[in-house]
């Protein structure tokens, strides 16, 4: 029965021969290593938060006389198992950041941002922009004390702009203008409110969808990178997607659905923090605000620098590295396992982004700006180094007659 109805579709739509060559024919590299999966887990974790949101949305309510109640009393309490889907949602948004971040230590660590995939790491990196726009909005929506105060901290900084020496020309004239325009008036009320639900359950949303689209077409375009850097002739050296890899990569996702299910059901304190369950008061701040860890890494760039202004242009400048980095490397040698002087750079980069968001959590005492600063330059010096290393890389590469 099932074949004569797989038959009948496929008469008109053609969908065996589209299995074919996008799972079949297409082939990967057969040494591809744990690491590469984040990029396949991301999507499941997509999937999973469009799904919960969907449910999450028939309940909630944007408007702030009852937003606070519809989470936390008709979510949580009143619409059977609707509590479960909050719990994915703010789990997912976690785990789908800290997979996005792997993701993207991986493509840097097998320099995977390399030629022909420069454009497959620009769009990855709007996506990553997009991402973290979708995160900050969601987080206005339950309405709490940690929703309202990051926001008005976040909309704030415009005019906090207009102190900061050489800044003040821009950010004095427009600054103010461009908080009030953010918040859709001089306090955060239901027109930011209604404005940040329409960006996180439609238009941001929309745009990741499209975003991805592009982006996995970039990947099927240029082929998977593999570990030892060389590009291979994947009809001949290659491996079929399917079974090899959807093999491999189903059992890692039931890996990761495991981990992530154990956080839903028994360690939500982390993704719903209590200070959350209080509901937004204007007249009273909390004793610590701080951004989510996901972007303490470039708080904390902008924080432990004394002056406002180069605090602003350092963590407008980390985003900017991030999305150049394909242009910043021009070695002719691809992946961190062939790459001695690179692989130290991967290592003062994972260790100071690391650092730096530990730092972004605790007390911003002199002595943590100091730690902050010296990370900070570890950070940046992964980015500066890289032209540096290409050259001499380039001349190793041309000593040894073009062989890596
Ligand atoms: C929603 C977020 C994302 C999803 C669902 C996603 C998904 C994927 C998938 C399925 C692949 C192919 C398999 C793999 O290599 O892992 C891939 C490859 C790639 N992605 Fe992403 N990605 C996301 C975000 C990003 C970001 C933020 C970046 C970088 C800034 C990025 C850069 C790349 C690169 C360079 C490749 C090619 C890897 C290679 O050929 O080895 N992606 N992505």
Known sequence: ?????????????????????????????????????????????????????IILMMYYK????????????????EIPFAWLFRHIHAAGANFFLAVVYLHMFTGIYYTAY????????????????????????????PWGQLSYWGMVVTTEIPTSLKDAPILKGLFGAIGETVSIWMKGGFTLGDIALGRFFALHVLFLPLTLM???????????????SNPEGVEIDKKKEGVPFHPYMTLKEGA?????????????FFNMSHFLPADNFEPADPLKTPPHIAPEWYLLAFYEIFRSIPSKFWGFIAFNLALVFLLILPFLDFSPIKSARKRPLFFIMFVVLVISSMALTILGLMPPTPANAKLGLLFGAGFFLF????????????????????QE
């Open 383 to 402: 980015f500066l180094s890289l032209p540096v290393i290409s050259f001499l890389e380039w001349g190793w590469y041309k000593a040894k007659g073009g």
């Open 114 to 141: 390399k030629k022909p995939r420069e454009l497959t790491w620009i769009v990855g990196w709007v996506i990553f922009f997009v991402l973290l726009l979708t995160a900050l909005s969601g987080y206005l929506l």
């Open 62 to 77: 944007p408007i702030i006389a009852h937003a606070f109640d519809s989470a936390n009393y008709t979510i949580m309490k």
């Open 1 to 53: 029965m099932l074949g004569r109805i797989v038959d009948w579709i496929d008469e008109r739509a053609k969908v065996r021969d589209l299995y074919q060559s996008q799972m079949v024919d297409y082939r990967v590299p057969k040494n591809l290593t744990f690491p590469y999966v984040f990029g396949v887990l991301a999507l499941i974790t997509f999937a999973i938060q469009i799904i919960s949101g």
């Open 252 to 264: 890692f996702a039931m890996g990761y659905l495991a981990v992530f299910f154990f956080f839903v």
């Open 210 to 224: 499209a975003l991805l689209g592009i982006h996995l077409y970039l990947v099927r375009a240029a082929g998977i």
